[in-house]
């Protein structure tokens, strides 16, 4: 569940997401049960967890990385970079979507417009759309969300 306001959660556990530490931009993850007591910390925004709950895709608060903890316990699992991608590449995060347990799926942007990225939380990142010309209009991808 993604709601307004910096919060993130899920019910099914009842962990969630608050961004109550605005210096140093560290984020909490805490449970609904005892929301004072802080799980862990981490210069890290979740955007969206996987259908299991269990890791969490969001952006590192220092820079522009994109991210895949653990929910548990925060472990950071990998980072992504535009470097990673290829050069003169942007990261997109407004659109960060888990495909699978395993795999997500974000736009890149260079110069001339946009692709769709794959990465596995333990393999390479791959192209997973045709390039689009300025960027994204609309499009779908079958069983994940409309563009």
Same mark, same amino acid.
């Given at each position: 569940?993604?709601?307004? +306001?910096?919060?993130?959660?899920?019910?099914?556990? +009842?962990?969630?997401?608050?961004?109550?530490? %605005?210096?140093?931009?560290?984020?909490? /993850?805490? #449970?609904? &049960?005892?929301?004072?007591?802080?799980? /862990?910390?981490?210069?890290? &925004?979740? !955007?969206?967890?996987?259908?299991? +709950?269990? #890791? =969490?895709? =969001?952006? #590192?608060? $220092?820079?522009?990385?994109?991210?895949? %903890? %653990?929910?548990?316990? =925060?472990?950071?699992?990998?980072?992504?970079?535009?470097?990673?991608?290829?050069? =003169?590449?942007?990261?997109?995060?407004?659109?960060?979507?888990? !495909?699978?347990? +395993?795999?997500?799926?974000?736009?890149?942007?260079? &110069?001339?417009?946009?692709?769709?990225?794959?990465?596995?939380?333990?393999? !390479?990142?791959?192209?997973?759309? $045709?390039?689009?010309?300025?960027?994204?209009?609309?499009?779908?991808?079958?069983?994940? #969300?409309?563009?």
């Amino acid at each position: 569940m993604s709601l307004d +306001g910096g919060v993130l959660g899920d019910l099914t556990s +009842g962990s969630l997401m608050v961004d109550r530490h %605005r210096v140093g931009k560290k984020i909490d /993850w805490t #449970r609904l &049960a005892h929301p004072a007591a802080s799980r /862990w910390r981490a210069r890290f &925004a979740a !955007e969206t967890l996987n259908d299991t +709950g269990r #890791r =969490g895709v =969001g952006r #590192r608060t $220092t820079d522009n990385a994109v991210q895949i %903890r %653990r929910v548990s316990d =925060g472990a950071l699992l990998r980072t992504i970079t535009a470097a990673d991608i290829g050069s =003169g590449v942007q990261l997109g995060f407004v659109d960060l979507v888990w !495909e699978d347990t +395993g795999h997500m799926l974000f736009p890149v942007y260079d &110069a001339t417009g946009g692709t769709l990225v794959r990465c596995g939380i333990h393999a !390479e990142c791959t192209t997973a759309s $045709t390039h689009h010309p300025g960027g994204f209009g609309s499009f779908s991808i079958p069983g994940i #969300r409309s563009y």
